[in-house]
């Protein structure tokens, strides 16, 4: 069965630091997502992509964050600066059509220092 | 009120029984719904879809009521992996999903 993978699983950074997180989607889906939960709250939304462009973004995804889809395989959140309140767990996910059901990557848990 | 409200439980319950779960929701121009599982430090996994005339998947229904703003989710002849934290999950918008912060699900042996 065809998943969402993410590397890395862990990243520890220190603030101020940049971070790039990748996912790799399921290869025929078309939309692509990142997400985030901090520990003990709800799953929110950050970003939508879609025809190489972000179709969706939450307040939450200010000048800090970028997505990019670098080749024909990869969907990348890259944070800048990051910051203490940026430690989360990031999932990347993917669906096959707009609203459809996304499939979710076991995310990348980001810790900042 | 909030965009997805949910009872955050948890909802003990022993092995075999049936157990229900009501998601309340803001936007009434929200089309698509789902209940999606989570288990501790993991993914949201897709459980199912719901659809308007109601579905079912086994053991689990879902049921949509668009008057009163709810989506329902039936699990019947419970098991022990049932145990998760179960997401009410909305469209907001055409690309964006908003989840409700979950209901944790126990089932005693």
């Known amino acids: 069965e065809p998943e969402v993978t993410q590397t890395p699983s862990h990243q520890v950074t220190q603030m101020g630091q940049e971070v790039i997180l990748r996912c790799v989607p399921i290869?025929?889906?078309?939309?692509f997502y990142w997400y985030r939960q901090i520990l003990g709250q709800k799953v929110e939304f950050l970003v939508s992509?879609?025809?190489?462009?972000?179709?969706?973004k939450s307040e939450i995804f200010d000048d800090q964050f970028s997505v990019e889809r670098p080749d024909g395989s990869n969907f990348t959140l890259k944070i800048r600066s990051t910051k203490l309140e940026d430690s989360a767990m990031y999932f990347c996910?993917?669906?096959?059509?707009?609203?459809?059901?996304?499939?979710f990557g076991p995310g990348t848990r980001l810790t900042v220092t | 009120r909030k965009e997805v409200e949910q009872d955050p439980g948890p909802f003990n319950v022993p092995e075999g029984a049936t157990v229900a779960f009501n998601c309340t929701y803001s936007?009434?121009?929200?089309?698509?719904f789902f209940w999606y599982r989570q288990d501790c430090r993991k993914e949201p996994k897709l459980l199912m879809s719901?659809?308007?005339s109601g579905n079912e998947d086994g053991r689990f229904t879902a049921q949509l009521n668009r008057a009163s703003q709810y989506i329902s989710l039936l699990i019947r002849d419970s098991k022990l992996s049932d145990s998760a934290t179960y997401l009410c999950?909305?469209?907001?918008?055409?690309?964006?999903?908003?989840f409700g912060k979950g209901t944790r699900l126990h089932i005693l042996p």
């Open positions: 936007n009434s121009a929200s089309q698509s």
């Open positions: 996910a993917s669906g096959a059509g707009r609203t459809y059901e996304q499939y």
């Open positions: 992509f879609y025809n190489n462009e972000i179709s969706e």
């Open positions: 999950v909305v469209n907001k918008g055409r690309d964006k999903i908003i």
């Open positions: 719901v659809y308007s």
């Open positions: 290869s025929n889906h078309l939309y």
